[in-house]
């Protein structure tokens, strides 16, 4: 039973991993071009999983996600930064391992304080996807305050970068949060039921 149990888990893993794949490939699917940013989807498939996985595993799959973005950068970038700043893997790959394990917890802790599943679901959601652009750009502020990178982000000023990125933050981070807050509970939720009659 418990091998097939690890079996199932791993076949779910493997799912969400392909879809993954399939978001970095398709264009308009994981990531919308807007200007020098995307509006990213791909963070809703780590939180779903690591909601129904949990943490581990949901870092596995960020992980999966950081290193196509990383690859991606050099191959093919969807915006003029990612080749400057996305092959740093402290930008491309930490921040989302720690999306995918920060959800996976927080969605633990939040659920054992007795707080409505679905609630549990979309504030964990919430939370994740506003770290998630959080850290990007905060990285991004930390280690390439030069004019190359103000320069693709249609900058003038370096100086004026922490400001632009933080307004980002709020342009970009709102309708990201916005969009994982409403899908992530209503896909995970029956997802959850599911595998929790699978007893995995």
């Known amino acids: 039973m418990k091998q097939k149990n690890k079996s199932y888990r791993i076949a779910i893993l493997s799912m969400f ?4 794949i399939v978001q970095n490939l398709i264009p308009m699917f994981g990531y919308i071009p807007i200007g020098p940013f995307n509006l990213v989807t791909v963070h809703i498939t780590v939180i779903i999983a690591a909601i129904i996985l949990g943490p581990v595993d949901g870092a596995v799959l960020g992980g999966v996600w950081g290193l196509i973005s990383f690859i991606r950068a050099f191959v093919a970038p969807t915006s003029p930064v990612q080749p400057i700043v996305f092959t740093n893997p402290l930008i491309s790959i930490l921040p989302r391992i720690l999306v995918g394990l920060i959800a996976g917890y927080l969605f633990y802790c939040l659920f054992k304080t007795k707080l409505k599943p679905i609630f549990a679901m979309s504030l964990t959601a919430m939370v994740a996807s506003i770290l998630n652009t959080a850290m990007v750009l905060g990285l991004i502020d930390i280690f390439y305050q030069t004019p190359a990178v103000a320069h693709a982000y249609g900058v003038s000023d370096p100086t004026l970068l922490t ?10 981070g709102i309708p990201e ?8 509970p209503i896909i995970c939720k029956p997802l959850l039921k599911l595998v929790r009659n699978r007893s995995i």
Request: charged share 5%; net charge positive.
């Open 17 to 20: 991993i392909a879809i993954i």
């Open 163 to 172: 400001k632009f990125l933080l307004a980002v933050v709020l342009t970009n």
């Open 177 to 184: 949060t916005i969009l994982a807050g409403v899908l992530v």
